[in-house]
């Protein structure tokens, strides 16, 4: 099927990345962003649904866990649901649950190192598809876990559905499952990673406002 604008996109990537190294940057260091932390960032993921990021969950949620919490391992999140945090209703036993999948997978994989554990689960597709069955974790989310992970993904969310609609693809033809994959063809013609394009699309976005 012909994608329309499909080359202007394409052009537009390879260009954002030519004008823009730092983005190239930022998507090397994606995943390294919470290391040693990786409790916290079970919370940016699981608070980042239906929020605006930059207003709420980077000032407000992420501060507020950092200096309340024991500290801020999976396994101290895992003890314990974070109600004391401003959550809607089950955010914050989505997040224990999580945390504990993950350390659950760790122990299947004889791992004790949170930052092997989250390395080998991001790389793990069936084991990653796991964490679908918590309520609260849908295919947007997992892919965000996995990015922070370390894996190569993208997050279809209302940014990244904008901003393809703004090169003139047709978003609203494709599921979010669609998009994904349209996005890896993308990444792939562009000769960039899906944390690449992300990284384009976002600051695309951030720069119209």
Not at 30 to 38: D, E, L, P, T
Not at 140 to 152: E, H, I, T, W
Request: hydrophobic share 40%.
């Amino acid at each position: 099927m012909k994608i329309p604008n499909w080359d202007v996109a394409v052009s537009a990537v390879r260009d954002s990345l030519r004008r823009n190294p730092n983005l190239s940057l930022k998507a090397r260091e994606y995943g390294s962003i919470y290391r040693g932390k990786r409790g916290l960032m079970v919370v940016d993921v699981v608070a980042s649904r239906k929020r605006r990021y930059d207003t709420d969950v980077v000032p407000r949620i992420l501060p507020l866990y950092e200096s309340k919490a024991s500290n801020l391992s999976l396994l101290s999140l895992s003890s314990k649901s974070p109600k004391w945090l401003p959550l809607r209703e089950g955010e914050a036993d989505t997040m224990k649950l999580l945390a504990e999948a993950l350390i659950d997978f760790g122990k299947s994989k004889e791992l004790t190192d949170e930052e092997q554990i989250v390395k080998v689960w991001a790389e793990d597709e069936a084991a990653s598809q796991e964490v679908l069955d918590i309520k609260g974790i849908g295919p947007v989310l997992l892919q965000y876990l996995r990015m922070r992970s370390g894996a190569d993904s993208l997050k279809v969310d209302v940014r990244v559905i904008e901003e393809l609609s703004g090169l003139g693809i047709p978003a609203h033809w494709f599921t979010s499952d669609g998009l994904l994959e349209l996005c890896k063809e993308i990444a792939k013609e562009a000769r960039c990673s899906l944390l690449e394009l992300d990284q384009v699309l976002w600051h695309r976005n951030a720069v119209k406002k």
